[in-house]
Structures are given as structure tokens and as C-alpha cells.
């Protein structure tokens, strides 16, 4: 997975497009087509979710705090270093529900419900911590689902789908995820054309 330094920027090769103007990189260098092709319901789902993780740090490359933190239009909360954030919670719910795993909310409260928007303050060490978590909880996310050999595996923990829960396959989950990131990387989109105008990739 490609990381992005403690201000929230990603590398410099995606900012440097000759082909496009508005891209990050050109096509033929972008870093979401550089994996093999998937021949396997695993690696296409894998596949999927790691395309949609990058796009979200290609969205957030080369932004300082402020313009991470720069929310969308009132009365919505929602900003890019809010996506980091929000995203890195759902990345630690996979494990809450698939393993079972005893893992707390990271910014989320009874008193803030949603503290993942409205803890995303332009803040640099609030953006490192974002990112920290981010990469953090994805990793665990990796290594808890290549620890599953059967996709089919049924959560350890409790879902959150419906009143009381409900049985969840390991596919269901990683399918759930892919869709929570398209949809907010459609939101990724937005943010940043209205940052700086950028829409490519």
C-alpha cells in the first residue's frame, strides 16, 4: 500500500501528470493498474478494495491541513481529512465484526456519534494522526482477511445489519467495504474539485 507523509500529502509522482493536466499521474504510470490481474473471487474483491484505498490518497495528495479539514457546503460536515477518518473507523469495524475483536471506536462517541466528521479539524497533527489510523487499521484489515482461507466464514462478532444483528459471510463484509469507499470516493471527487479544481482519475 502507498503511504502519505505526516501533512496528508501523498507522493509527488501522482501530482505529475504530462499527458493530463488534471490527473495525478499519467494513465500508463497509475499505481491502481500495477497489480496482476485477478482470476479469483478473492483477489477481485481484494483487487476492488485496494483500488478504491488508493484513489482515496490519490484525492488527498498534496493538501495541507487546512484544505483537508475544508469542509463541503453547510450544513454537511463532511471534508476529505473527515473520509480519512470515517474510513479508518470502518476499516476497524471489519475487524470488530468479522474477528470479534475487542476494538473501541477510534473517534466515534456516545456523546459524538459523529466524531469522525466533526473531530477533523485543520489541525497537522490531527491529519497525521488520521493517517496513522488509517494505515493501521488497514493493515490489520489485510492481515485478518488473508489469515481466512474461506471467504464463507461466518462473522465471530456481532453485525450491525438490521435490529439484532445477523449472520455475515466474510465476502458479504469485503463487498460492503468496497461499496462504503466507491460511494465516498464519489464524495473524494467533490471535495477536492472544489479545493483546487482537480477532477482527473
Not at 502519505?4 to 497509475?30: F, I, K, L
Not at 479469483?40 to 478494495?49: A, C, Q, W
Request: charged share 30%; hydrophobic share 35%.
Amino acid at each position: 500500500m502507498t503511504t502519505s507523509d505526516a501533512s496528508g500529502r501523498g507522493p509527488e509522482r501522482w501530482t505529475q501528470s504530462t499527458v493530463y493536466r488534471d490527473m495525478w499521474v499519467d494513465p500508463d504510470d497509475d499505481p491502481r493498474e500495477a497489480a496482476d490481474e485477478a482470476v479469483d473471487e478473492r483477489g477481485i474483491l481484494l483487487g476492488y478494495l485496494n483500488h478504491y484505498r488508493l484513489t482515496l490518497e490519490m484525492k488527498c495528495a498534496d493538501l495541507d491541513a487546512e484544505q483537508l479539514a475544508r469542509r463541503s457546503v453547510p450544513p454537511s460536515t463532511m471534508s476529505l481529512l473527515g473520509l480519512v477518518r470515517h474510513l479508518a473507523e470502518g476499516e476497524r469495524h471489519v475487524r470488530r465484526v468479522m474477528a470479534g475483536e475487542d476494538a473501541p471506536k477510534l473517534y466515534c462517541t456516545e456523546e459524538d456519534r459523529d466524531g469522525d466528521w466533526n473531530g477533523a479539524v485543520a489541525d497537522p497533527a490531527v491529519v497525521e494522526d488520521a493517517w496513522r489510523q488509517w494505515r493501521t487499521e488497514v493493515e490489520l484489515t489485510d492481515e485478518f482477511v488473508a489469515g481466512v482461507a474461506d471467504l464463507g466464514t461466518m462473522n465471530a462478532g456481532a453485525s450491525d445489519l438490521g435490529p439484532d444483528g445477523a449472520d455475515l459471510q466474510l465476502r458479504d463484509m469485503l463487498v460492503a467495504q468496497i461499496a462504503e469507499y466507491a460511494r465516498h470516493c464519489g464524495h473524494a471527487d467533490l471535495l477536492r474539485e472544489r479545493i483546487d479544481g482537480r477532477v482527473g482519475q
